[in-house]
């Protein structure tokens, strides 16, 4: 009975992981980190439809030849269930290796697929896709863990039809029209789902607040329209300048912020500092002149800073920014805690 | 006179099967939608209905909603030959097996079969008593 509660629990859990997930790849790497906890397999995959694009994350030892069975048979089932048959070469791969299994345990590199889950991502009889559990063991599957999987595969169809509905909603309200970074209510959401995965998970979190110098002396010099150039040119050096799992939202103003999701305090310095150097170094050109800008950057970073809350976190970062432009700004500190 | 009665039987006959395949469909369909959810349970119903209907046309008045499958205006079914219906649902069993595998190899048709073998032999008698 207790083992029951324990995967209803976890369960739980991954549904709640899967359910807040924004965009596709990360209810993906959700369903991913949480899947592990209830089902032993080798492979997790799901096709979807609408862009065809087959996220897989796999086993770090999984040999090519089991990826490749693996995909063929999701696109297999899906031509099967009525689906317009595609090749793999039609197909976009996306695959995420983590360890799922100790050393001793490490794939054949001949392993062949032996026992698979495949169940279609349906809600009001509309096929998004297709989710799979592979296995490279025999028999790896039974009742329950179908009955569990379809229940995770239920909730990533309904999060899919949310995702559909909300897409063109979506693209209004969480992205900043000027920079096309994300906004401040998304950072707001994001940070929520950031701080959660960390002071549950015990995994590092970092914030870096970056503040533009002298900003109202470019706008009262050269005009608005120029100050918005700058805003875009910095957005820009910024998107180049961060980790894939890295947030970078505009925070208001001439303030931008980043979320650095598993950055420990050394790697979030080492990203503010190449982007000080980036932001420096890089002449913009504003009406007719060309100008060098600088930037003043504060880290605040879980668990080091021992922020208890999300807002605390933010806080810190603030305090850390005010901090580099008290000291004479173009630079990076970090929270001292005073 | 005994074509009357050639009739009834041959209508009776047909009325067995069809409440033992109507009861059968019923079982598949509270083992499966236990273990995959109603909502992916009636689009393999929905295609295997499509078909076998292909070939027995009286399988494509099966309605499927989330609530299960039924067979709607029985009337009209009982007048479909015995053996007919036998085939027919033989086929469209077949076909939800078929999808079953593809999905998750033996795992739903393990559930499954002690349900439907029993069943399936029952058919056969009444048939062969005909």
Same mark, same amino acid.
């Given at each position: 009975m207790r083992f029951i509660f324990k995967n209803l629990n976890i369960l739980r859990s991954a549904l709640n992981a899967i359910n807040m997930s924004f965009e596709i790849k990360e209810m993906v790497e959700s369903a991913g980190t949480h899947l592990p906890n209830l089902f032993e397999f080798s492979a997790f995959g799901l096709l979807w439809k609408e862009t065809s694009t087959l996220y897989l994350y796999q086993?770090?030892?999984?040999?090519p030849s089991f990826t490749q069975e693996v995909s063929q048979n999701m696109l297999r089932v899906l031509s099967l269930l009525g689906e317009e048959p595609k090749d793999l070469s039609q197909v976009a791969l996306q695959v995420e290796k983590r360890r799922l299994r100790p050393d001793h345990m490490k794939m054949d590199p001949? /392993?062949?697929?032996?026992s698979y889950l495949t169940l279609p991502l349906t809600i009001e009889e509309e096929i998004f896709g297709c989710v799979s559990l592979n296995s @490279?063991?025999?028999? /790896?599957? @039974?009742a329950e863990d179908l009955q569990f999987f379809s229940v995770i595969g239920y909730q990533m169809a309904a999060t899919l039809k949310h995702f559909q509905r909300i897409s063109s909603i979506k693209t209004i309200a969480i992205y @900043?029209?000027?920079?096309n970074l994300y906004n401040r209510r998304y950072f707001e959401e994001r940070l929520t789902g950031e701080t959660q995965r960390a002071f549950y998970g015990g995994s590092p979190l970092s914030l870096i607040m970056i503040d533009i110098d002298h900003f109202k002396k470019i706008n009262d010099t050269f005009g608005h329209t120029e100050g918005d150039k700058v805003l875009q040119e910095v957005a820009h050096l910024l998107k180049n300048s961060v980790r894939k799992k890295d947030t970078v939202a505009r925070y208001g103003g001439e303030e931008f912020v980043l979320i650095l999701p598993e950055a420990g305090l050394e790697e979030a310095h080492m990203i503010a500092e190449r982007i000080r150097r980036l932001v420096e170094q890089t002449p913009l050109n504003i009406g007719r002149v060309q100008l060098n800008i600088t930037v003043s950057l504060g880290i605040s970073n879980f668990p080091i800073h021992r922020a208890k809350s999300k807002e605390e976190l933010v806080r810190m970062a603030d305090q850390a920014l005010y901090e580099a432009k008290r000291a004479g700004r173009n630079r990076v500190c970090i929270f001292s805690g005073i | 006179m005994e074509k009357g009665i050639e009739e009834k039987e041959k209508f009776w006959t047909s009325d067995r099967l069809l409440d033992l395949y109507s009861n059968l469909l019923k079982e598949i369909w509270e083992v499966v939608s236990a273990l995959i959810g109603e909502s992916v349970l009636i689009l393999l119903f929905r295609l295997a209905i499509q078909k076998a209907g292909e070939k027995y046309?009286?399988?494509?008045t099966l309605k499927v909603t989330e609530e299960g499958v039924w067979m709607e205006g029985f009337g009209e079914f009982r007048t479909v030959p015995p053996l007919e219906i036998h085939r027919g649902f033989q086929a469209l069993i077949n076909h939800l097996f078929n999808l079953f595998s593809a999905l998750a190899e033996g795992v739903i048709s393990r559930e499954v079969f002690p349900k439907v073998f029993p069943k399936l032999r029952e058919a056969e008698r009444i048939l062969s008593q005909k």
């Open positions: 086993e770090e030892s999984c040999p001949k /392993a062949t697929l032996k @490279d063991q025999s028999n /790896a599957f @039974d @900043d029209s000027l920079t | 046309s009286f399988l494509n």
